[in-house]
C-alpha cells in the first residue's frame, strides 16, 4: 500500500512541475513593475533599478524561474503590497474558512445527488427520472453568484431564517480557539454550542449555494453509471436467484457504480474551487477567494499568484486522494497500470 | 446542422424529426436559441431606452410600466441593458469557442495523428491546464495579461483547450489507420490533406457536441470573471457585472436590480446546456443519459 502511495505521488510530479511553471510565466507576465511598487511612488529611477537589481528581476528568465521555485520552495511567497504581511501566512489564516466551506457543500451535494441518482435509474422513465433530467440540466445553468444572492433575498431578506450573508461568525460571538480552524470542529472541541450553532447557520446557505451547482453533474453521473451497472449480466443473475431488492441495489449494484461517481467528485471538485472565489465574494466569507479578489481589486499581484497556486495545489492532492480512494473501493484498481 | 447532415445523410429529416418530436424540451431549446441570437443581433436596436442613459431622479425604481424590469442605482432601465448585454456575452462566449475549438481540434488532431512526440508534448500541455481549477486559471490569467474584454476572451478559450485537444485526439486515434485514410494515403495526399480534408469531417460531430455545452460554460465563465471585477468594465452592460451592481441592493430589498439580468444569464446557460444534449442525442443515440 505504501509503495502504491510513494508512486502515485511520484506520478503527481510532472503535475506540479507545469502548475509551478504556469504560475511563474503569469507572474512575470503580470502588468506593473514589481520594482517600482516596491520602491514606492516617490523613490527616484535610480533607487527603481537598486531595488529590481535586490529583486533579481535583471537576471534571465531561467535564473529567475530557479530563483522563484528556491522562494518558494522556503516558503516565501512574497509580501501583500495592501496589507504588508507574507502571503503563505495569509493564505494559511484563511485556507481553513475556504475548505470548511467547500467541504461541507461537498457532502450537501452528494448527500442529496447520490441518492437522486439512484432512484431516477431504478424507475427510469418515471416522474423522477425526469425531475432528475431537469433539475441536473437546471443546475449546471446556474451562475453560483446569483444563486447565492437569490438564496441569500428568500432566507435573509424575505423569511428572516438565516443570517445576514456576512461573513463566518455572528459579529457578537468570538471565534473558538483555533484548533483545526473549522468553526464547526473547533467550536465542539471548546464544547461551545452556542458558537457551533451560529457558524452552522452562516456556512448553510453558502454550502447549500455551492452545493447546488456541483449537485447536477454527480446525480448524472451517478444515474448513468447505475443506468449501466443494473443492465449487466451479473444483476441479472442477483435477481433470479431471488436475492432481496435491497441487496442487489446497495451490495452488488451501487458499489459497481461507485467508482466513475468518485472519479465526478474529483472533477467536480474543480468546479467547487473555482465557484469558491464567488460565492465567497457574494456571502463576504474570509476564504482564500475573497482574499484574491480584494488583491486583484487592489492590483496587488503576489496574493493572486499564491492563490492560483493555493488551488492548483490543493487541486493535485485531490486528485491524488480520488485515486487513492480507488484502491479501497475497488480492490482490483491497481495503480501501476 | 453540418453535425446531423454528416451522421444521418441518407434520412436526415426524420431523424431530425424523430428526436426532436420525442423529445419536445430540445425543440424548445431551438427556439430559445433562436431568440437569444435574434436579441444579440437586433439588441441595441429594439432596446426601449439608451442603457447608458441615467436619470438619478428615477433611481431603484421597481418593475412598472415603461421600465418593465426597473431601474438601477443611476436610474438606467434595466430591460435595455439587459437586451443589450446578449450581444456582449454571446460574443465573448462565440469568439472563445471558436478560438477553443479551432486550437484545440488542430492541435488534438494532429496529436491523435501523428503520434510520438506531437502527441506527448500537446497531451503534457493539456494536463497542466486540467491540474488547475479552471476558473480560477482564468483568473490569474486575466489579472496576469490585464483587465480587457480582449483577455476575458483569451481565458476562456484556454481553459476550455483540453476538452477539444481530447474529443480530436480521440476520434482521429481511432480512425488513423482506418481503410478510407490508408485509401486516401496511397492515393498520395499529403499528411495535412487527409487530416483536413478526410479526418477532420468526421471529428465535427462529436466537436460540434462539445460547442453547444461549452458555449454555456463560456458565458457562464465570462458572467463570472465580470462579477468579481475583471473583464467588461462599468458601465458597460453585461449579465455579470449587472448582477454584480445588484448585489448591494438585494439584502435591502431591491431584488429587480440583479434579479433580471441574473435570470437571462441562467436562461442563456440553461438553453445552450439543453442544445448540447438535443445535439448528442441526435448524434450519437448511444451516449443518450
Given amino acids: 500500500m505504501l509503495a502504491t502511495i510513494a508512486k502515485r505521488l511520484f506520478a503527481a510530479i510532472p503535475s506540479v512541475i507545469g502548475v509551478i511553471v504556469v504560475t511563474f510565466v503569469l507572474t512575470r507576465a503580470l502588468p506593473g513593475d514589481p520594482a517600482a511598487y516596491f520602491a514606492g511612488p516617490a523613490a527616484t529611477t535610480e533607487a527603481i533599478e537598486q531595488v529590481r537589481e535586490k529583486l533579481g528581476l535583471n537576471a534571465s528568465l531561467p535564473k529567475q524561474f530557479v530563483r522563484y521555485v528556491v522562494d518558494l520552495a522556503h516558503g516565501d511567497w512574497g509580501q501583500s503590497h495592501s496589507t504588508g504581511q507574507p502571503v503563505l501566512t495569509e493564505l494559511a489564516q484563511r485556507l481553513p474558512a475556504s475548505l470548511e466551506l467547500t467541504l461541507c457543500a461537498l457532502a450537501i451535494a452528494a448527500l442529496v445527488a447520490v441518492p437522486l441518482g439512484i432512484v431516477a435509474a431504478t424507475r427510469p422513465g418515471s416522474w423522477i427520472d425526469h425531475t432528475c433530467r431537469i433539475v441536473t440540466t437546471a443546475g449546471v445553468s446556474l451562475p453560483t453568484f446569483f444563486t447565492g444572492l437569490l438564496l441569500a433575498y428568500i432566507f435573509y431578506f424575505l423569511l428572516g431564517w438565516a443570517p445576514a450573508p456576512l461573513g463566518r461568525l455572528d459579529p457578537y460571538l468570538t471565534a473558538p480557539p483555533p484548533v483545526t480552524g473549522f468553526y464547526l470542529i473547533d467550536s465542539l472541541i471548546a464544547g461551545d454550542w452556542e458558537v457551533f450553532v451560529s457558524s452552522a447557520k452562516q456556512l448553510a446557505l453558502p454550502a447549500v449555494t455551492m452545493g447546488l451547482f456541483v449537485m447536477a453533474p454527480l446525480a448524472r453521473m451517478t444515474r448513468a453509471a447505475m443506468l449501466g451497472v443494473l443492465t449487466s449480466d451479473f444483476i441479472r443473475t442477483a435477481r433470479a436467484s431471488g436475492l432481496a431488492k435491497g441487496t442487489i441495489l446497495y451490495r452488488y449494484a451501487f458499489r459497481n457504480a461507485l467508482l466513475p461517481v468518485v472519479t465526478t467528485m474529483g472533477m467536480v471538485f474543480s468546479f467547487m474551487l473555482g465557484s469558491n472565489v464567488l460565492v465567497e465574494k457574494v456571502f463576504a466569507w474570509p476564504g482564500i477567494g475573497s482574499y484574491a479578489i480584494e488583491a486583484l481589486t487592489a492590483s496587488d499581484y503576489a496574493p493572486v499568484q499564491g492563490f492560483v497556486l493555493t488551488m492548483a495545489v490543493l487541486y493535485v492532492l485531490l486528485n491524488l486522494a480520488v485515486d487513492l480512494t480507488y484502491t479501497l473501493i475497488d480492490p482490483r484498481v491497481s495503480l501501476d497500470g | ?289
Fill in chain 2, 1 to 289: 446542422m453540418t453535425a446531423a447532415t454528416i451522421a444521418t445523410a441518407p434520412k436526415r429529416p426524420s431523424h431530425f424529426r424523430y428526436v426532436v418530436g420525442e423529445n419536445p424540451v430540445t425543440a424548445f431549446a431551438f427556439v430559445l436559441f433562436g431568440l437569444f441570437v435574434l436579441l444579440a443581433i437586433f439588441g441595441p436596436a429594439i432596446a426601449p431606452y439608451d442603457p447608458l442613459y441615467t436619470d438619478s431622479a428615477a433611481a431603484l425604481r421597481p418593475p412598472m410600466k415603461g421600465h418593465w424590469f426597473g431601474t438601477d442605482s443611476v436610474g438606467r432601465d434595466i430591460l435595455s441593458r439587459v437586451v443589450v448585454a446578449a450581444r456582449m456575452d454571446f460574443g465573448i462566449a462565440l469568439a472563445a469557442v471558436a478560438l477553443s475549438f479551432a486550437i484545440g481540434s488542430a492541435l488534438g488532431s494532429c496529436a491523435g495523428y501523428f503520434g510520438g512526440w506531437t502527441d506527448r508534448i500537446v497531451s503534457r500541455g493539456s494536463d497542466t491546464i486540467m491540474a488547475f481549477p479552471l476558473f480560477v486559471l482564468a483568473m490569474g490569467i486575466v489579472a496576469a495579461l490585464g483587465n480587457t474584454v480582449g483577455n476575458i476572451v483569451l481565458a476562456t478559450a484556454i481553459i476550455n483547450l483540453p476538452f477539444y485537444i481530447r474529443v480530436a485526439r480521440a476520434e482521429v486515434n481511432v480512425r488513423r489507420n482506418a481503410g478510407f485514410v490508408e485509401a486516401a494515403r496511397l492515393s498520395g495526399n499529403t499528411n495535412a490533406r487527409i487530416l483536413l480534408r478526410h479526418l477532420f469531417p468526421n471529428i465535427l460531430p462529436p466537436t460540434m457536441v462539445q460547442v453547444s455545452l461549452n458555449m454555456g460554460w463560456a458565458i457562464l465563465n465570462a458572467a463570472g470573471l465580470s462579477f468579481i471585477g475583471l473583464g467588461v468594465r462599468p458601465p458597460q452592460a453585461e449579465w455579470g457585472i449587472m448582477v454584480a451592481e445588484g448585489a448591494q441592493y438585494i439584502v435591502s430589498g431591491e431584488w429587480w436590480v440583479a434579479l433580471f439580468p441574473g435570470a437571462v444569464l441562467m436562461l442563456a446557460v440553461f438553453c445552450f446546456n439543453l442544445l448540447g444534449d438535443g445535439l448528442r442525442d441526435l448524434i450519437d443515440p448511444r451516449r443518450r443519459t
